[in-house]
């Protein structure tokens, strides 16, 4: 009967559900983007650099390899989009004196995605790339290789050479660097305690998270590694994360609201319409929690088919604004499903009450003689 | 045995009396025509006989139970198990077939059965209108339909309020005939 009276009251039936339609597929579509948000931002931040420093503790010159190894080991739980140390020593072209800095590029690559470089990054070994304030110093050029001298503790100097593949732009203090394998310096500096100044790491973790994981390196070295978070970027994502999930949220209230308005209307008019029929429905014998039972099982059949095709809807929008917003998909929270469909169901039914209050209160004799 | 038994029953509308001061007394088996010209209070009298509106004053006792101290629920339940209602306008729900009108009927009363339902159309002669909607349905069919919604659940009282008003002279004698044999037929009453 329920399904009959949907089917065959088309128009009005077709309204109501697209109201709810309409509703669930911005309110999905926002959830899913709100729930999304945080990974999206920590995406997006992560090309802004490392989050967090590990340096030195106390008593100690420089972080060990092994250290590195664990800290990895640590942070591996947490997704980490890169890890890479630093080694500084100052080295020595044509007499003059220039920072160098060893490392693992191919994590830099991650840690710093935001670095740009005219050439490619090394590949090799003896491959390094030069900061343009040290290439225009030098006038070096990609492509050449040159030589470079390091210093043992007795003052004996070791000279290796480098091939140039790549400019470093960043248009800050990495540009009066020159950066290269952490081997070369091994290399240049074989007397020196070998070794990491600092170790730059980029994970996505809002920043109580990153001063957990802090903590946890700290202590799983016994104090061998300190850490510093790098405050100016996140305070910044989580402020900016923070904004962004207030607005979706009150957006989100917004549209349920319009919703509840829109169907409340709907389902009005459909009980003014059927005054006759609840009349009739109540001389047959229908008790009033019947009527009621007969608009909310219309309102749940509507909730649910409305819910449902809310969240096809809401994922399509969601995907077409995260790509528009943050130039990559969104991933599907399995979690939005069943909050979709109980929002819809729950609009619905909260707006059918009045409706309902409404129909209970059909006077069958007064409805079925015509007044 | 009186089924049903009317004692003083007034209605009054503010300072205007509709009904005043009735009394009747329909016995099982009972075929009663009430005539009187528009505004006389026919209305108004099968509306309290029929459990939809309470007496101002006056007793109605239906099958030995006085109906005029039901509350709404009560009075709601006494329309479902004992009163069958038949109407000038048909009042059939236009969405639903032939069949689905009937088994309105018998859903509020106690479950639905399409086969007693079909039964039903077939002995008002609608059998082979039983997936019609009532657009799809002449008047005199759509007044055997109401017919076959009123009987289903073998009522105590049939009333029909003006139930010929919208059908020729043909199917106005048709409709007479079906009422007045089953009220014999199953020993019911009709008003």
Request: net charge neutral.
């Amino acid at each position: 009967m329920i399904t009959s009276s949907i089917l065959r009251r088309k128009s009005r039936m077709v309204i109501a559900l697209l109201s709810i339609i309409v509703g669930a597929t911005v309110v999905s579509g926002l959830l899913a983007i709100y729930f999304d948000i945080p990974r999206q931002l920590s995406q997006e931040f992560r090309s802004y650099g490392s989050n967090i420093l590990f340096v030195t503790g106390k008593n100690q010159e420089t972080i060990q390899k092994a250290d590195l190894k664990k800290i990895e080991e640590i942070l591996s739980e947490e997704d980490p989009t890169g890890i890479s140390g630093f080694r500084y020593e100052t080295v020595r072209m044509n007499e003059i004196p220039f920072t160098f800095s060893g490392t693992q590029l191919s994590q830099v690559q991650k840690t710093n995605p935001y670095w740009y470089i005219e050439g490619d990054w090394p590949d090799k070994k003896n491959e390094v790339l030069v900061g343009q304030e040290v290439a225009d110093l030098f006038l070096l050029k990609e492509g050449t290789t040159y030589e470079i001298t390091g210093e043992t503790v007795d003052g004996t100097g070791i000279t290796q050479k480098v091939k140039v593949v790549g400019i470093l732009q960043t248009g800050g203090s990495e540009e009066e660097i020159m950066y290269g394998d952490l081997s070369i310096l091994e290399n240049l500096f074989p007397s020196t305690e070998s070794g990491y100044d600092v170790i730059e790491a980029s994970l996505p973790l809002k920043q109580a998270q990153l001063i957990n994981a802090g903590k946890a390196v700290k202590q799983e070295t016994n104090e061998r590694v300190g850490y510093q978070i790098v405050k100016k970027l996140t305070d910044s994502e989580d402020s900016v994360s923070q904004k962004l999930t207030l607005l979706i949220f009150l957006v989100t209230l917004i549209v349920l609201l319009i919703t509840l308005i829109c169907v409340g209307t709907t389902m009005m008019s459909v009980v003014q319409e059927r005054r006759k029929e609840i009349g009739l429905k109540k001389a047959m014998g229908a008790e009033n929690k019947q009527i009621v039972q007969d608009f909310f099982g219309e309102g749940c059949m509507l909730g649910l088919c409305g819910g449902i095709m809310g969240i096809i809807f809401g994922y399509i929008f969601a995907r077409i604004v995260s790509v528009q917003v943050f130039s990559r998909m969104i991933s599907f929270h399995i979690g939005l499903i069943p909050i979709t469909i109980a929002l819809a169901l729950f609009i619905t039914l909260l707006a059918s009450l009045i409706p309902v209050r409404s129909a209970i209160k059909v006077d069958p004799a007064l409805v079925l003689k015509g007044e | 045995m009186n089924v049903l038994e009317l004692e003083n029953v007034s209605m009054k509308y503010k300072e205007l009396f509709a009904l005043q001061d009735i009394d009747l007394a329909v016995q099982k088996g009972n075929w009663i025509s009430i005539m009187g010209p528009s505004g006389s209070g026919k209305t108004t009298l099968m509306n309290i006989i029929g459990c939809m509106s309470k007496p101002t004053s006056g007793k109605v006792v239906l099958d030995g139970s006085d109906i005029s101290k039901e509350n709404d629920k009560g009075l709601t339940l006494i329309r479902r198990d004992k009163i069958g209602l038949i109407f000038q306008q048909f009042h059939l729900i236009p969405y639903l077939t032939a069949v689905e009108n009937v088994m309105v009927a018998q859903y509020y009363h106690s479950l639905p059965d399409e086969v007693e339902a079909l039964q039903a159309l077939e002995r008002v002669g609608l059998k082979n209108r039983a997936r019609h909607l009532p657009s799809q349905l002449s008047g005199g069919e759509q007044q055997r339909l109401c017919i076959a919604r009123a009987l289903i659940n073998f009522p105590m009282i049939i009333l029909a309020d003006e139930p010929t008003g919208n059908l020729d002279e043909k199917m106005k004698k048709s409709s007479w005939r079906f009422s007045k044999n089953y009220t014999s037929r199953a020993l019911r009453s009709s008003l």
